[in-house]
């Protein structure tokens, strides 16, 4: 693995992978996970600590939060990091299908959720939910101006990731030819007011094609690429791309996966998932499940009609089979070697 940079441990040089990840608890001896860790950082391909020390994020996301914004709030966080030991939430903020683009007072529960995750010690992910718009350059207008005031206004807040585009796609949207550029232009509107928070990139061909990145790298520090993949419909193709991308040292973060098949359906591939977790672990990629709703699909952590779940405090009778799958997961109930 190709490092691109170095600690001095004890008198010694040792890169900051060559540690053991830290995969404590969202909290310990009462001290949440965002203060244990404080400002985080890239070093070489591994997401660290304020210290250098290599850690493994894990956590949950929200689905639209133009459909299921209701789960975005302090008692849901406050259920995740305390019940699930989730220590990162993710805000999908939707551009289209009724998303920002058509209101853009949707904007106030990716806040919501910035100021519950600090009030929880929480790490969160603010996500430009790219997905039906393909071009990440259709609404780059939007996205500078969007990022430009979560940056003023929160960028001194350590907890706070970016993630600038979700999942370009398409033939045409390239990496070189449509999703760098826009990247370049928005993160430098983020550094002109928060010079060091972690932003991440979405890569070709939903977030699949981080092969096709390294080979055209961003210029910058504390920037990492999006890796994308349902356990029921990628494998080991997809794993042999992340790993030739950590190889030419491009810092990667799961900022999306689901245990199902991507259509967000045909059951839960436990087997499979379990095989992903233990990749993720063995290269030390961070991670956030999909996804915190009850909608009915098999990749929503909660059965439909769950009634109470606005509010956490769910029982496993509230849980879908992926639910209690991830909860015990989370919870690290279950060995991931």
């Not at 210029?219 to 993949?229: Q, V």
């Not at 009634?307 to 029982?315: C, I, N, R, V």
Request: proline share 4%; with cysteine; aromatic share 10%.
């Amino acid at each position: 693995m190709i490092l691109a940079a170095v600690l001095m441990s004890g008198g010694i040089l040792v890169s900051c992978a060559e540690k053991d990840p830290d995969t404590r608890l969202a909290v310990e001896d009462g001290i949440p996970v965002a203060d244990r860790y404080g400002a985080l950082q890239v070093i070489g391909t591994d997401l660290c600590d304020s210290a250098g020390n290599p850690v493994q994020l894990r956590g949950m996301s929200s689905h639209g939060l133009q459909w299921y914004g209701r789960y975005a709030n302090e008692n849901v966080l406050r259920w995740l990091r305390d019940d699930w030991n989730v220590q990162v939430w993710r805000a999908a903020m939707y551009l289209t299908q009724g998303g920002y683009i058509s209101g853009k007072a949707l904007k106030f529960k990716v806040i919501e959720s910035i100021e519950a995750a600090e009030k929880l010690g929480m790490y969160v992910i603010v996500d430009w939910h790219v997905l039906g718009d393909r071009d990440p350059r259709l609404y780059q207008d939007e996205a500078v101006a969007f990022f430009s005031e979560i940056a003023e206004k929160y960028g001194h807040l350590p907890h706070v990731i970016y993630e600038i585009c979700n999942e370009p796609n398409g033939e045409d949207v390239t990496w070189s030819g449509a999703i760098k550029p826009y990247a370049e232009t928005v993160i430098a509107a983020i550094r002109a007011h928060d010079p060091d928070n972690i932003i991440i990139v979405g890569t070709p061909t939903w977030s699949r094609d981080v092969d096709q990145a390294a080979l055209d790298p961003l210029s910058g520090s504390n920037l990492m690429y999006t890796l994308h993949f349902y356990a029921g419909s990628h494998g080991r193709e997809l794993q042999e791309k992340a790993v030739a991308a950590l190889e030419a040292g491009l810092p990667l973060f799961v900022t999306e996966w689901g245990t199902t098949r991507e259509t967000g359906d045909g059951g839960v591939f436990e087997k499979e998932s379990v095989q992903w977790l233990s990749f993720l672990k063995k290269h030390n990629i961070s991670w956030v499940n999909w996804s915190v709703n009850n909608k009915g699909e098999d990749s929503g952590v909660l059965k439909a009609f769950a009634d109470k779940a606005a509010q956490g405090g769910w029982t496993e009778e509230d849980l879908s089979p992926s639910g209690i799958f991830m909860r015990s997961v989370l919870r690290l109930e279950r060995k991931i070697r």
